[in-house]
């Protein structure tokens, strides 16, 4: 007989989607839910709801199908320079403007990965502050300053 095998990486992500799902759509269920033609204000986070739960499901119906490779060691690296990146760009761009904060934003998120170095870095910021700019405040016309009053001389 064969043993039973699974994927644990896809087990816990699809049981934490479906049960985020099921949180969300019991809690949506308090406010009015309408019809698809007459909407009340329950009825978008319902079926968003619904279709993350379904998602979930899917992926726990795949991990029971397929062996899975082994947890890996949780990333501190990444967690340690990715996650506190949006957040410096939040508190920052006001005051620094949005070039110097992207440029930062993007070095810090840069270190998340071990085998970056600081030149390698620096283009890499630079040049994702440059697309940035020109994307951004030229092409699109969005009204912020590049330069903001903490830099200016």
Same mark, same amino acid.
């Given at each position: 007989m064969k043993s039973l095998s699974f994927d644990t990486?896809?087990?816990?992500?699809g049981a934490l989607l479906a049960a985020t799902g099921a949180f969300f759509a019991y809690?949506?269920?308090e406010l009015e839910?309408?019809?698809a033609l007459r909407m009340g204000p329950g009825y978008f986070p319902l079926v968003l709801s619904g279709i993350l739960v379904l998602l979930g499901l899917i992926i726990l119906v795949q991990a029971v199908r @397929?062996?899975? *490779?082994p947890i890996e060691p949780f990333a501190w690296r990444g967690m340690l320079f990715i996650l506190p990146a949006p957040v410096f760009f939040g508190l920052? @761009?006001?005051?620094l403007g949005f070039a110097p904060a992207i440029f930062l934003t993007a070095l810090?998120?840069?270190?998340?990965s071990s085998r970056m170095n600081v030149l390698m870095a620096l283009v890499?910021?630079?040049v994702l502050t440059v697309f940035s700019v020109a994307v951004f405040s030229y092409g699109l016309g969005l009204p912020f *300053?590049?330069?903001?009053?903490?830099v200016r001389f």
């Open positions: 990486t896809n087990v816990i992500c809690q949506s269920l839910i309408g019809t @397929v062996q899975g *490779e920052t @761009v006001r005051g810090i998120a840069c270190f998340a890499l910021s630079l *300053e590049r330069f903001g009053p903490w």
